[in-house]
């Protein structure tokens, strides 16, 4: 087992991860921007280092600053959290030369599964369902036009290298097209330094659900069923829930077999997603693969009794799993709390938190790095908080989520917390019966 890892991360899942560790009998090293001086990942870490200014690209995305920081303090494993360098195959490359476990994949699954087609063709071989679409890039506009006529309208059209809904544009009609392609190109190549594109049959109606798998080093991966992230604004989640409200029993376990099939097909080590799309047939299609923990993992560990940044940690060090798949006991949904104005087109809200109160109870957990007094950054991703509940029903979580956001009091800044209540009120959320377009018609302007 490791002896000291170094956290190559931020805010509340830089925390996360030294929680688990203090729990292992493991030393933590931080590392922090000069904007970061004051988090409680600095704080509660056995070390900290300042790895550089604000700016991320000299700071939590610089692979010397923070490989020499691991060396300084002779951390035997670096641990990325999510975001930053967790799925950069050059920094995973980089800690495995200088003889420090990157606590996730290994830099050929980084690749095989970051480009979008490649992951693609990979899942397809191994028998998981894909979305009928292009075999591969599509190299011009012409050969865009014959695959979209033989698959028939809607179809949309995805960066390879892409993430966060860039480089992706839906196509209706032959009329269409050129314009779309040369969007989704200029974007994607200004975007990720790639403008490669391929081609999907438009999935209506569709459910963002993905299912956590971990593997060992002996190619063997296990599942702890789904979490449903269809609740998202501009392809960016906001409230995931586990189990999924439109998922069978036996739709998870064919789910969860093709997961494992994904997984093991490409020997995957470590904590992953299997990300698919449901139709409204209950037809499912695979979408990409997350080689990282992911920001709504607490969701999973909540209902499975398993923690997952402790099998990472073990995974790593060479531990087998058990090969159990795991599923949902209970009931239960994350919100994430952003330092932003669901009034004002989600406008970043950094500043001062002048007062704070966390919720409390049973069933309810908050993870977050902030306090009052603490000012939140500029610089980096406005989410502040994750509150996560847990019931014997979806009801009761419903009815607890929004019993925990009026608890939820932060002053001084703006955030989602009164978009979250009124969505917690809502008669279609509470039905489970939403896509992942059900923002596109929600009405903020009375929040």
């Known amino acids: 087992m490791f002896k000291k890892i170094l956290i190559a991360n931020r805010g509340e899942i830089a925390l996360r991860v030294i929680r688990t560790c203090k729990e292992m009998g493991i030393k933590t090293v931080a590392v922090y921007s000069t904007a970061d001086k004051d988090s409680l990942h600095v704080r509660f870490a056995d070390e900290a280092v300042c790895i550089g200014p604000p700016q991320s690209k000299f700071s939590y995305l610089s692979i010397p600053n923070i490989i020499s920081a691991a060396e300084i303090t002779n951390a035997d494993a670096i641990h990325p959290g999510y975001g930053f360098l967790s799925e950069n195959a050059e920094f995973s490359k980089i800690c495995a030369e200088y003889g420090i476990k990157f606590i996730g994949a290994d830099p050929e699954m980084i690749n095989q599964m970051g480009d979008k087609a490649t992951a693609k063709a990979t899942m397809k071989k191994a028998g998981v369902p894909t979305i009928p679409g292009s075999d591969g890039l599509v190299d ?201 104005d669901p009034r004002n087109g989600f406008r970043p809200s950094p500043g001062k938190i002048t007062n704070l109160n966390l919720p409390g109870g049973h069933g309810v957990r908050v993870d977050s790095h902030v306090y009052a007094g603490y000012t939140i950054p500029p610089y980096y991703d406005s989410m502040i908080a994750k509150l996560i509940v847990s019931g014997q029903s979806r009801e009761e979580v419903l009815v607890r989520m929004k019993r925990a956001l009026e608890e939820f009091v932060i002053e ?30 929600f009405d903020f302007s009375d929040l």
């Open 140 to 340: 011009t506009i012409k050969d865009g036009l014959v695959i979209a006529k033989e698959m028939g309208y809607p179809v949309i059209l995805k960066a390879t290298a892409g993430g966060g809904g860039k480089g992706m544009r839906i196509v209706k009609d032959d009329a269409g097209f050129k314009k779309a392609w040369d969007d989704a190109k200029q974007e994607a190549g200004a975007s990720f330094g790639n403008d490669g594109l391929y081609l999907e049959k438009f999935i209506e109606e569709p459910r963002h659900i993905e299912i956590q798998i971990v593997g060992d080093k002996n190619g063997r991966a296990c599942h702890l069923s789904e979490r449903d992230c269809s609740i998202q604004r501009r392809h960016q989640k906001l409230v995931e829930e586990t189990p999924s409200p439109i998922i069978t029993d036996e739709l998870r376990e064919a789910m969860g077999k093709a997961a494992i099939a994904g997984a093991e097909a490409i020997g995957y080590e470590g904590a992953g997603t299997i990300e698919f799309l449901v139709d409204k047939h209950k037809n499912f299609y695979f979408m990409e693969m997350n080689t990282r923990i992911q920001v709504e993992h607490p969701i999973t560990e909540e209902v499975t009794n398993f923690d997952l940044i402790k099998e990472q940690i073990k995974v790593a060090a060479g531990e087998t799993i058990s090969g159990q798949n795991y599923f949902p006991t209970l009931f239960a949904m994350e919100c994430r709390i952003n330092a932003e």
């Open 412 to 441: 001084g800044i703006k955030t989602t917390i009164p978009f979250h209540i009124k969505l917690m009120e809502d008669e279609k959320f509470k039905s489970g019966q939403f896509t992942t377009k059900f923002l596109e018609d």
